[in-house]
Every structure is written in structure tokens, then in C-alpha cells.
């Protein structure tokens, strides 16, 4: 059997025809596959790789934390440097009441602990989040994305939920003191790169703090540069309680984090002590090469150039077939009359070097979601490709 029909054969698939890329080389913004054929990457692992794949930083640090050691205790007795060093770089970066990072596996086990850290701090059970909404696929996460399709095979899920409309003024008031906490994307992603109205999140950061609810905003996909802005939330005069993070936070290893004022979190340390533990969250490799690829970011400033492409891209993609075109920095959802025509146009775009993909509430819509090294020639490039792939 070849490697394609033992990746079929044994390893647990989710859909019933996955691309099946064979995915031999990643470098910059390029994948490569076992035939030597090159792709450009409008994904970028789902807004995983925003300073590109295998950025040398990266690799280097993960090569020199091998040398030092691997997994010991994660959560535990033992100060470990990586993990320190990178929730302070984190800190220095955020505002003065997001000063303590718990770190965990993935954005989904993120916000599972932001969920737990919501009802601990308040005493209350009722959480609201937001129809389109996706926030990961654990049982507490599925609880609260904002698609019934998604949520009805797997219930009964968590109780006390609501789920309101994103960008609704007049579903605010639905927040009230029984609620422990309502999360938010900054903006909407799986629902086609949705921006919320600035009003209307200050709106929102208000009654949270006159209900007393932690306000929870989930940059997941939109952190580290994606929108233009380091975070999201800058673009919007807004801070939350509590800044969930993932996908771009370990450079390409898995790693997740919910970030709280240090006060707050203490709430998971007693009654009961180890509220929340981990075995491998905050995992010292991973904390090496997360805080390797943010300081890549830092220090080529990678996110300055996010509206110059955005710009690029909204002025290249202009065609009678395309009906709109969602847009937040360099992440962009291009909409088509339907799945299927959509569909079409993504295989044909792979099968010219452009690998892309849709959107989980929004499946005639084409993502591009590229690192954010992505050079003009080659947003140019990915542009004509699109395009000449519509019918």
C-alpha cells in the first residue's frame, strides 16, 4: 500500500473526500508535494502560519530547546524558561489587565478554560455566545458554536447556553445578571470573515461590565497580525476580560492560551485547587517556537503590510461571478453563488497551485487566510490564478 492508502486505511478521517495532499516540503508561504509539485498557500493551516512555515527563528529555537529538554511537568512544581519567558513577552504586548497566561493545548482547550474561569469567578452557569460563531469542537466549545448543524448529532451539550445575534443591538439586552460570561469572536470567521459594527462591541464590553459577565473575545484566527493590528481588539477601542488565543500562538506547534488579570485566574487555584490542569499545555517546545515567531512578527513587522495586500487583493478580484468579497486585513472570504460552483473553483485553483478552501458557515465562499508573508508578486499571483479558474 502507498502512503496515501495507509493515510485512508488508519488514520481517523472527517470528511468523506479529504485532498488527500501529500505534503512532503513547507517553506514560506510555498508547500511542496510528492511529485515536486508547488503550491501557494492562501490557508496557511487555518491562520496557523502568520509568519510562514518553517520560519528560520522558529526553527532555531526549536532545535535549541531539544538540546536543553522536552516534556518534565508542564502544570506542577517546576519552572520551566520558555514558558515564562513567553507569557511575559505576551504580557509586555497587551494591555496592563491581561497580565496572566494560562497556556493550553489548543484554542478549543482555551476556550474550555475560559468557560470554567467564567462560572469560578462569577458563581453563575448561563453563557451566551453568537450565532455563526465557531469557537472549536470540544464538548463545551461545540456547546456554543452558533450553527445547529454542527451541535444537534452530538447533544445533549452544556445547559444554560444562548446563542444571539452577532452585531444585534437590540439582543444585548438578553445579557443579564444571570449570565457568567458572553464570547465573542473579534470577528467572525467560519461565518466569512463577519467584522462586528465598533459601536456595537463597545456596546457589548459595557453591558458585560454592567451585568457583572466577564467579556470574552476570541482571537483565535483573528490574533498575531491577521486583521492588521497585532490584535484584533485594537481595532475596535474594546479590551476584554479575558483574550483567547491559538492557531498562530506556537509558530506551528500546538498551543493555545486563555489570558486573564492575574486576579481573576487565581480564582482556578483553590476550591478546588488544580481548577484547571494540563499535561502537556504550555509544552516548553512549543513555547519556544511560539515565542520565536512572535518576536519574527514583532520585529519584521508583519502585520503593517496586512491592508497594503487586503487592498491589492479587493482591487485584483473583481469579476461578474464573484458577489462579494468579506475582508479584515489578510484574511478574506470570496463569496460565489454556491457551494458547488465554489467547490469547482477550489479544486481548479489546487490544481493550478493555489491551495484554498471554504468556509464552515459560509461554503460558497473561498478563504484566503495566507501567512502574512505573503509578497505583492505572489498575492498578484494567487489573484490571477482565482480568477482564471471562474467560469
Known sequence: MNLRQLFLSHVAQTSAAPLALEIIKAEGCVLIDASGKEYLDLIGGISVANVGHRHPKVVEAIKKQTDDYLHVMVYGEFVQSPQVQYAKLLTQHLPSSLDSVYFTNSGAEAVEGAMKLAKRATGRTEIIAFQNSYHGSTQGALSIIGDEYWRNAFRPLLPDIQHLRYNSFDDLKFITQQTACVIAETVQAEAGIIAPQKEWLRFLQERCTEVGALFILDEIQAGFGRTGKLWGFENFNVVPDVLLLGKALGGGLPLGAFIADKSLMDCLTDNPVLGHITTFGGHPLCCAAGKAAFEALLDEELFASAKEKEALCRSLLVHPNIKSLSSFGLWMAVEFESFEENKKIIDACIA????????????????????????????????????????
Open 352 to 391: 493550478n497551485g493555489v491551495l484554498t478552501d471554504w468556509f464552515l458557515f459560509a461554503s460558497n465562499c473561498l478563504r484566503i487566510s495566507p501567512p502574512l508573508t505573503l509578497s505583492l508578486r505572489q498575492v498578484k499571483q494567487a489573484c490571477e490564478i482565482i480568477l482564471e479558474a471562474l467560469p
